[in-house]
């Protein structure tokens, strides 16, 4: 079973600041925060992952709380093509395998 | 180049029909995965395997097989297919060895039995 919690849907205006929260409140110490994405009709695509400090990436900023229960991912300027499901995974570094949950359905409106 | 490539694309079939599902990577990674997504989009693995060796087996029924012919190729194929089998089945693979960081993901295969 997925170890996280995230909102079933989200919107946000083309050209502002996604933030899509995480809850994790389970997670071990020796598990990363990884968020992926799955835009229609593709298949996953990592997005960043993190283990205790803020990431920041060409894609997206990752903020991990510090008690590493909940993080949020941040896509600085949303655009319509970032219109997608997006997936909060925690994952050890010795675990042999990827859980999807649900994830979040994000919709950029124009 | 693409990183992950599956074939077919798109696969419509008979019940009861045998077919292959094909794999690809061209990153150099150690571990290939198959993950199935349902008609609910519930992305769930089959298998793994690891240096061509078996290491995940997800409670997949007998008439779905893997074959690993070498650490960059990982096919499936699936005997008598049943209608509960539509669905778009995605290939995957990482660098276990230095820590699994990233899966890259193929584009899918829509399988449709009719």
């Known amino acids: 079973d997925a170890k996280t919690t995230q909102p079933t849907s989200m919107d946000c205006a083309e050209g502002r600041a996604a933030n899509l929260p995480c809850n994790h409140s389970t997670i071990s110490g020796n598990e990363y925060v990884y968020w992926y994405r799955q835009i229609h009709s593709q298949g996953p695509q990592y997005i960043i992952h993190?283990?205790?400090n803020n990431e920041t990436n060409e894609m997206a900023s990752l903020i991990i709380t510090e008690d590493r229960k909940s993080s949020t991912l941040i896509l600085p300027h949303a655009t319509l093509r970032d219109t997608a499901v997006y997936y909060c995974i925690v994952k050890g570094s010795g675990d042999d395998k990827i859980i999807f949950g649900k994830g979040t359905r994000l919709h950029i409106l124009p | 180049d693409t990183a992950v490539s599956q074939t077919p694309k798109y696969l419509v079939t008979q019940m009861g029909n045998d077919k292959s599902i094909k794999c690809e990577q061209n990153l150099g990674h150690d571990t290939m995965y198959w993950y199935k997504q349902d008609s609910k989009k519930f992305l769930k693995i089959m298998f793994s395997?690891?240096?061509?060796?078996?290491?995940i087996n997800e409670t997949v029924p007998n008439r779905f097989s893997p074959k690993s012919p070498d650490k960059a190729h990982l096919n499936l194929h699936i005997n008598s297919l049943e209608l509960g089998d539509s669905a778009v089945y995605f290939c995957?693979?990482?660098?276990?060895?230095?820590?699994?960081?990233?899966?890259?993901f193929g584009s899918g295969t829509r399988l449709t039995v009719v």
């Open positions: 993190g283990l205790k």
């Open positions: 995957a693979s990482s660098q276990v060895s230095t820590g699994g960081i990233g899966y890259t």
């Open positions: 395997y690891n240096n061509k060796e078996l290491i």
